[in-house]
T-cell receptor, first 113, second 119 residues
Framework: DQQVKQNSPSLSVQEGRISILNCDYT??????FLWYKKYPAEGPTFLIS?????DKNEDGRFTVFLNKSAKHLSLHIVPSQPGDSAVYFC????????????FGTGTRLQVTL | DAGVIQSPRHEVTEMGQEVTLRCKPI?????LFWYRQTMMRGLELLIY????????DSGMPEDRFSAKMPNASFSTLKIQPSEPRDSAVYFC?????????????????FGEGSWLTVV
């Protein structure tokens, strides 16, 4: 069973526009959520995180929103740049620990010129 | 500082052969993770070590898979015998402590992965 779901396998956005990547989860006990970014032939790298006690966290062009009642989080990238083209993984953690990270299947973002 | 180092980067092998993937975690990190990436299931945790001791191997798919961590700077993931459905990218990752707190920006650090193809 996929406890963390990314239902859109791919997304194409024009440069300068907003990219919105979505993630749904089923386990209400998750207390930290993270986004990782992965370029081809590289390992995933940490992008941004949010605690379950918050509903928004912002870091430059990247903002993560959390809707606990809907068990939904989203990553907004504004403005989108060609260098943002990558696979984005949503991950959720029990107890906020690295040993209990559950990842989604990823969404491939393509930012076009 | 060197990141997590994995070898081989690519491996093509015939069904039934033994495959050994290797990992050197970041120096000073005492948690090590093996993940498998597939299109259908994304990134799945296979096994997690802390201080060289396997803590959680519930993600290991079956007895054909085994992992060891003989010391703090080396781990292996072995598949014997390999099957075509094992074809995937295998990632090793490390983190600074047992259950390193991810919320503060600490996180796990991934290697570049080992691409395995079993034909």
């Amino acid at each position: 069973d996929q406890q963390v779901k990314q239902n859109s396998p791919s997304l194409s956005v024009q440069e300068g526009r907003i990219s919105i990547l979505n993630c749904d989860y089923t386990n209400s006990m998750f207390d930290y959520f993270l986004w990782y970014k992965k370029y081809p032939a590289e390992g995933p790298t940490f992008l941004i995180s949010i605690s379950s006690i918050k509903d928004k966290n912002e870091d430059g062009r990247f903002t993560v929103f959390l809707n606990k009642s809907a068990k939904h989080l989203s990553l907004h990238i504004v403005p989108s740049q060609p260098g943002d083209s990558a696979v984005y993984f949503c991950a959720a953690s029990l107890t906020g620990t690295a040993s209990k990270l559950t990842f989604g299947t990823g969404t491939r973002l393509q930012v076009t010129l | 500082d060197a990141g997590v180092i994995q070898s081989p980067r690519h491996e093509v092998t015939e069904m039934g052969q033994e495959v050994t993937l290797r990992c050197k975690p970041i120096s000073g990190h005492n948690s090590l993770f093996w993940y498998r990436q597939t299109m259908m299931r994304g990134l799945e945790l296979l096994i997690y070590f802390n201080n060289n001791v396997p803590i959680d191997d519930s993600g290991m798919p079956e007895d054909r898979f085994s992992a060891k961590m003989p010391n703090a700077s080396f781990s292996t993931l072995k598949i014997q015998p390999s099957e075509p459905r094992d074809s995937a990218v295998y990632f090793c990752a490390s983190s600074p402590g047992q259950g390193a707190f991810v919320g503060s920006g600490n996180t796990i650090y991934f290697g570049e992965g080992s691409w395995l193809t079993v034909v």
